[in-house]
């Protein structure tokens, strides 16, 4: 089993609509958890840090449910450039390291 | 500012080759890190190092692959000799101490033939 499993999608999403898409991880340790962007054929890049009690930056929300180790985000009035990866990322209480999941594609149409 | 500064954006060459990949993390930056990215397998880590020493290897495939941090601003990844398994994109990402915000560099694509 993956440490950090998503669905790969793709999500087809109408302009304007709302989308929401979900990550689970297997380790119970994790202790902190982050949404990456990932444009085709480029690099990765922070979107947002998730907190224990939820959190929103603009039209994306992302929470946390530890009980059920899982993270979510939701993208609220897509727009055609939120068309992308995202991936769900995990890190241990210990060290710097961090888990990528496999992403989950956007696909926003007008 | 730059970035974490990769080359070569682009490697092709033919199995049983040296192939080295070379990484320029942010100044300032105290870890930096190694990916491999496939369609099979996602982004896997590779290797990391805190202060230009290695931390964690368990990543690296195999002894093929090696990983050099001589100086704080530069990093080699080495691959010898290559396979055609090997094609992926390389990711170098660096941060900060503190900071769990990794900064990735453009990759280098790699087609081992």
């Known amino acids: 089993r993956k440490e950090v499993e998503q669905d790969p999608g793709p999500f087809n999403v109408p302009e304007g609509a709302t989308v929401a898409f979900n990550c689970t991880y297997s380790n119970s340790a994790s202790q902190s958890f982050f949404w990456y962007r990932q444009d085709c054929r480029k690099e990765p890049k922070l979107l947002m840090s998730v907190y224990s009690s939820g959190n929103e930056d603009g039209r994306f929300t992302a929470q946390l449910n530890r009980a059920s180790q899982y993270i979510s985000l939701l993208i609220r009035d897509s727009k055609l450039s939120d068309s992308a990866t995202y991936l769900c990322?995990?890190?241990?209480?210990?060290?710097?390291?961090?888990?990528f999941g496999g992403g989950t594609r956007v696909l926003v149409k007008p | 500012d730059a970035g974490v500064i990769q080359s070569p954006r682009h490697e092709v060459t033919e199995m049983g080759q040296e192939v080295t990949l070379r990484c320029k993390p942010i100044?300032?930056?105290?870890?930096l890190f190694w990916y491999r990215q496939t369609m099979m397998r996602g982004l896997e880590l590779l290797i990391y190092f805190n202060n230009n020493v290695p931390i964690d290897d368990s990543g690296m495939p195999e002894d093929r692959f090696s990983a050099k941090m001589p100086n704080a601003s530069f990093s080699t990844l080495k691959i010898q000799p290559s396979e055609p398994r090997d094609s992926a994109v390389y990711f170098c990402a660096s941060s900060l101490h503190g900071s769990y915000e990794q900064y990735f560099g453009p990759g280098t694509r790699l087609t081992v033939t």
């Open positions: 100044s300032g930056h105290d870890y």
């Open positions: 990322v995990v890190k241990e209480a210990a060290g710097n390291k961090l888990t």
